[in-house]
């Protein structure tokens, strides 16, 4: 995958006014990182390019990403799995696809996600804002500990969305639930407009419920 920065194996570290432009794919992947801020730190890419994401988290923890600005054409903070305690303050986005805890549980290895933290978050013209999203008929996961306060949404689409039955490309069987159990989720003092009529959409798994 081509990115413009890439992060793997880096402790108790700093990356602070820095400004990544027009990546080909991922801005920024994260990887096998402990006690990681990112500061001061702006990602632009145009609406219409795909597949860049602004930073991407993975099997990393104590991340801290605060005072950031994101204009990408996918999701501004991916985060996948393997993750223990991510904080994310004071950060303005759009356009690009929202907030995303993403496609758990795809392949069988992955481990849990615990404790992401978002507090005071602008998002702008956003194809969604914040999102938790898991495979149906996939194995046992956790995503737990997942808390959301202080955002501003100014015209996004699907402002809260947890979605236990993604399914791009027809590419899962819908039929079998997600076994990712979510819990121990809170949404405080969310604001704004939506582009959507529909503001929250929780779409539980029928096997493990939220």
């Known amino acids: 995958m081509l990115q413009n920065l890439r992060f793997s194996f880096v402790t108790n570290s700093m990356v602070r006014d820095v400004t990544t432009k027009d990546s080909k794919q991922f801005h920024v ?41 994101i204009k ?11 993750i ?29 996600v615990l404790g992401v933290r978002v507090k005071g978050a602008t998002l702008t013209n956003t194809m969604n804002g914040i999102r938790v ?22 015209n996004v689409g699907n402002p809260i969305l947890i979605d236990q039955e993604y399914c791009p490309y027809n590419q899962c069987k819908l039929q079998i639930p997600s076994r990712v159990k979510i819990s121990n989720v809170s949404f405080k003092n969310i604001r704004g407009t939506s582009s959507s009529q529909l503001a929250v959409k929780l779409a539980c798994s029928d096997g493990v419920p939220c």
């Open 72 to 82: 990408t054409g996918d999701d501004c903070i991916s985060i996948g799995d393997g």
């Open 29 to 69: 992947n994260v990887l096998g990182c402990k006690n990681l801020v990112f500061n001061h730190f702006t990602v632009s890419t145009p609406a219409d390019s795909l597949n860049t994401d602004g930073i991407h988290i993975g099997r990393s923890s104590s991340i801290n990403i605060t005072n950031t600005h």
């Open 133 to 154: 999203k898991t495979w149906p008929a996939s194995p046992q996961g956790v995503a737990s500990d997942l808390h959301f306060e202080d955002v501003i949404m100014n």
């Open 84 to 112: 223990e305690q991510i904080s994310i303050n004071d950060i303005t986005y759009g356009p690009g696809h929202g907030i995303s805890i993403s496609s758990l549980k795809k392949y069988p290895n992955e481990a849990p």
